[in-house]
């Protein structure tokens, strides 16, 4: 199992709320990422780090917005959550090496209702 | 811009039997690596396997090996003796970018399952 945790699992919240998906990892690892992932479906990069203080937007489009104050913590926040928001998402950490293993967290998977 | 493109969103093999997964993606750069996923149902997403694009030789992890065809861009899964927890969503993966600086975009997905 990989040290790297997300919380909460579930999430069922009304629209308009302020959402924090958690994130965080043990193994020092410099790179972090969030993908947003409908079921059975590919993975988009919405946010990704190269360390602290480093936060960059990925491929997909996205409303969420990110932090990485610490290096071991790259949460995730909704200021106002819509329907459109409903989705799993996951979350990776890796070392600096182009060539290295990512490990995934279990996902938040995100309902708006 | 760097794509991966699986073009087989399910398959279907016999216990026991032999499947392989196609990927094809799109870069301009000389060295890159590859990477295959396996994300079982319910569970978190792992790495079965990967290829450094300077390295001829395909890699293999026991029951799971690539064949790398860089001049046409290929990187496909072949998985042997397929057994029943092998079923699950299977990913290629690139990592883009140089040094500490890349990333790692996915592929569409190929949905396997293992009949027994």
């Known amino acids: 199992e990989a040290d790297i945790y997300q919380t909460p699992r579930y999430l069922v919240i009304g629209t308009g709320k302020k959402i924090t998906l958690e994130c965080s990892q043990t193994?020092?690892?410099?790179?972090m990422y969030w993908y947003q992932q409908d079921p059975g479906m590919e993975l988009h990069l919405i946010h990704y780090?190269?360390?602290?203080?480093?936060?960059e937007k990925g491929d997909l489009s996205s409303e969420s917005t990110v932090s990485r104050i610490r290096t071991e913590h790259f949460p995730l926040t909704l200021e106002s959550a819509r329907p459109s928001h409903t989705s799993q998402y996951l979350c990776?950490?890796?070392?600096?090496?182009?060539?290295?293993?990512?490990?995934f967290g279990q996902g938040t998977r995100l309902t708006v209702v | 811009a760097q794509t991966v493109t699986q073009s087989q969103p399910e398959m279907s093999v016999q216990e026991a039997e032999t499947v392989t997964l196609s990927c094809t993606y799109d870069t301009s750069e000389n060295n890159y690596y590859l990477f295959w996923y396996k994300q079982p149902p319910s569970r978190q997403m792992i790495l079965v396997i990967r290829?450094?694009?300077?390295?001829?030789q395909n890699a293999t992890e026991n029951r799971f090996s690539v064949n790398f065809q860089k001049a046409a861009k290929s990187f496909s899964l072949k998985i042997s003796d397929s057994q029943l927890g092998d079923t699950a969503m299977y990913f290629c993966a690139f990592m883009r970018g140089r040094g500490s600086q890349g990333n790692l975009i996915f592929g569409k997905g190929t949905k396997l399952s293992v009949k027994p």
């Open positions: 193994m020092g690892h410099d790179k």
């Open positions: 780090s190269y360390g602290v203080n480093s936060t």
């Open positions: 290829q450094e694009a300077y390295k001829q």
């Open positions: 990776a950490s890796s070392e600096g090496a182009m060539n290295t293993e990512a490990f």
